[in-house]
């Protein structure tokens, strides 16, 4: 169904903005949650994707907890609601202050990317007379086959440790009585919308499990960590992602032990669809070649294009005028500030209201201030009285 924007609404308010369909929010979190009781899985919200707080909170009240990669996340999802036992903090490079706010919040696991990492984190957690619960995040060398900004478990990757290094990692673990192993870690990437890199992972997977297993050492829960993708050509037609299709090939491929959970970290596939950028056209300027339409939105707002040459669907809100072929580019003074060439676009005129669908993961959150530009306003479905 066409999403439906309240256009005499936005013509009140100061462009740029980000405008949250939160009935479609709502639909995401209904589908991800069935699909995952289904099958006893654990979701856990990657908070990267959008840390905006009204958003953080419709998500913890939904019951899913919180996946962080930084202590300002874990102290956003906290004030969220999340409790601190849902909550699990990784990234490649913990600072100490962010360690220790884990260990004070008593967060549910630490997924350690390296042996001088664990090395901190044991001593912090000595000195606080605590156990910190542990995962290691693997790297299993599988390609995902998306962007190679967005890939991570390659070995050229940065994240995650190797697995021939596992031995020495678990022995790291065992040398100090402040960490507890509890689990593995994955996560491959993001926007896969091929399942064929999962089933890379599985075997990763299965065979580490069933190397520990001979050690003797039982995982009580393995996480796969985020990478759904979302269908950001057809938003309208495909606001939900498929969840039930993905938790299927991992019920299917891993089988979970009894007493052990499985865990997810979706990010992109929970809050994409939901949101939109909105703009304003300043200019329609001819070239020699093409004809540009100028945004009062740039990469400051929607760095996704820029960065990884994403995609998203560009509509003219305002006109229903035969479609002509644009470059829809930002004011930054940057060449790269370009949203989408030759884009079909109803005839653009000044004034007119442009939206950029699919951008509620990894689009206000990334906002920023280059050129001493303001950040964005934020709009919600149900509550935009004017
Ligand atoms: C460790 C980890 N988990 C989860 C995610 C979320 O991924 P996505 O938004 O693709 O679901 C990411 C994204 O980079 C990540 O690095």
Redesign the pocket.
Known sequence: MKQQFPLEKFKQLQTPFYYYDMDVLEKTLEAVTNEANKHNYHIHY?V??NANPRILSVISKAGLGA?C?SGGEIQAALKAGFPAEKIVF?GVGKADWEINLGLDENISCF?VESIPELEVIGELAAAKGKVARIAIRINPEVDAHTHHH?T?GTKEDK?GINIEQIDKVIDKIDSFSSLKLTGMHF?IG??ITEMEPFAGLFVKAVELERYLSQRRIFLENINF????GIDYKHPDSNPVPDFKAWFEIFRKYFPARPGQQVHF?????IVGQCGSLISKVLYVKEGVFKRFVVLDAGFTELIRPAFYDAYHEIENLSSDETQDIYDVVGPICESSDIFAKACKLNKAHRGDYIALRSAG?YGEVMAMQYNCRKLPGVYFSDSIEI
């Open positions: 990657a990267k994707a996946d990669v990784a997924n967005i991570t994240f996560h993001s926007q960590g985020g990478g759904l970290e979706p990010g992109r596939s993961a």
